[in-house]
């Protein structure tokens, strides 16, 4: 399996499960409980890594969404509750619904180990979001530290792919438009903005772009390694079906 190969079987799979804890039911009420909602603790929990820092701050390492938006949730969201500490909370969200869901899975060492390796062959440099929390430590148990480690290497992926984005002098609301088009309004936007097939070209360049940026650190694993990460992804994706 070349580099490109295991990027095309794993990556999708990595942007769903990565971010399936986001709103699942136990997460919500863990916003509930710190007074923030689950709109607000996502925007909080997420951004949490960066510490407590200005709404542009948090919409530049975010991108796609609308900036009164970003600056709405983010500030009352930190009169409630302190950014580091709904980062923490976030993070333990994940575990948890590590634990909840993939405890029954085999192959969850492997697949860590394989994770583990295309983490630390990374570059941090220009990703904040992404440096940000793989700054946080991960879990001793295994179904937990699967989880965390699949939503890290999809804030990688992410994080290098906003970088495309801008490289390519695309407006990042724009790219969410061409990429979900069903969700603008709940990203902060009265309309849709206007784009055609010279847009559309761009968005597929930053989408290779950020496969070229990314190819590095999925090369640094073994043969061994990226069929233990495509199982592990394919069983967790299994558990949650």
Not at 96 to 113: E, K, V
């Amino acid at each position: 399996m070349t580099p490109d190969e295991l990027m095309q079987q794993a990556c999708p799979k990595i942007g769903v499960l990565g971010a399936a804890f986001y709103f699942d039911a136990v997460t919500v009420a863990k916003g509930d409980e710190l007074g923030l909602g689950g709109f607000r603790f996502y925007f909080m929990g997420r951004g949490g890594v960066l510490g407590d820092v200005e709404p542009a701050v948090v919409r530049s390492a975010f991108g796609y969404f609308a900036p009164p938006l970003v600056e709405k949730l983010w500030n009352k969201g930190r009169e409630i509750v302190d950014p580091r500490e709904a980062g923490r909370v976030y993070v333990d969200c994940s575990r948890d619904f590590g634990r909840a869901h993939f405890g029954d899975i085999d192959g969850l060492d492997a697949f860590c180990q394989a994770a583990e390796t295309i983490n630390a062959a990374t570059d941090e440099a220009s990703l904040p979001l992404y440096a940000g929390l793989n700054a946080e430590p991960l879990s001793d148990d295994l179904p937990a530290r699967a989880m965390q480690l699949t939503a890290l290497l999809r804030e990688y992926r992410g994080s290098a792919h906003l970088a495309a984005i801008r490289c390519m002098g695309l407006d990042d609301a724009v790219a969410h438009a061409i990429k979900r088009p069903d969700d603008v309004q709940m990203f902060g936007y009265e309309a849709t903005p206007e784009f055609g097939d010279a847009e559309r070209a761009l968005h597929d360049e930053a989408e290779a772009m950020t496969d070229r940026m990314v190819r590095g650190a999925y090369a640094a694993v073994d043969a061994d390694g990226a069929k233990a990460l495509v199982a592990g992804l394919d069983a967790m994706e299994a558990a949650l079906s």
